[in-house]
């Protein structure tokens, strides 16, 4: 049976009409701010969306590239946060206070910047998942120009490894990635995923891949090697 979530009783005098039992102080006024009508409502949504604002333009920041800035990068944030208040407010009733209600109303904005940004990152022309930039990745990674040959042969194994021993999702990640110099985020969007199950593809396919690099002798072997 699942968990009950905080009980709701009467309160005099409270405009909100109801007091969630169970919550921390600041979340409940949240709450209740977020449930009533008129003047309190409008007065919590405009300072929830200010604290929005603010960690969307700081996400944004974190996250975005070169490409995303200026104008481009505010008009972002404040996308994000308006369709993350606007999501929180009609789900206010689903929160069920086993966090604070920020850390809940935070999942929302990040959700909105990962979504925003990865969408943006495919609007620029000409950018696809189809195209395989292996040549650049010598200077992506900073390889030293005076061992070509060494990296041109790491290189020439690594791609070899990654046709060999990946799976057909493994390795459209990986190229994406690592190769191509996908955002994370842009990633997730095309693929209709989210950010931990590409974690755990590229953690997969780091392994194997690592276990590829040291039978060929390009890594120490190691007695915790994955499997």
């Known amino acids: 049976m699942e968990a ?17 039992t169970g919550l921390d102080p600041e979340s409940e006024q949240w709450v209740r701010a977020l449930e009533s009508k008129g003047r309190p409502y409008e007065e919590a949504c405009t300072r929830l969306h200010a604290v929005l ?31 993350a208040l606007l999501a929180i407010t009609r789900k206010i009733g689903q929160f069920r206070g086993e966090s604070k209600f920020t850390t809940w109303a935070f999942k929302f ?18 950018v696809t998942l189809d195209n395989e930039e292996w040549e650049r990745l010598p200077d992506r990674f900073g390889l030293d120009p005076g061992a070509e ?3 041109r042969e790491l290189l020439a194994d690594l791609r070899a490894a990654v046709d060999e021993v990946l799976t057909d999702h493994q390795r459209r990640v990986f190229v ?6 996908v955002p994370l985020d842009a990633l997730v969007d095309r693929l209709g995923t989210n950010r931990n199950a590409v974690y755990k593809t590229m953690f997969d396919a780091r392994s194997r891949l690592r276990a590829r690099l040291t039978d060929l002798g390009y890594l120490p072997t190691s007695t915790s090697r994955p499997s």
């Open 4 to 20: 009950a979530g905080p009980l709701s009783v009467p309160v005099m005098g409270d405009p909100g009409g109801v007091r969630h």
């Open 53 to 83: 604002l603010r960690i969307a333009r700081f996400e944004i920041g974190r996250r975005a590239t070169h490409d995303v800035a200026g104008p481009e990068r505010d008009d972002l944030a404040h996308q994000a946060a308006a369709d």
């Open 109 to 126: 904005v990040v959700f909105e910047v990962s979504t925003k940004l990865g969408r943006h990152f495919w609007r620029t022309p000409g």
């Open 176 to 181: 994406a990635l690592v190769v191509n110099g």
């Open 149 to 151: 040959t060494e990296a």
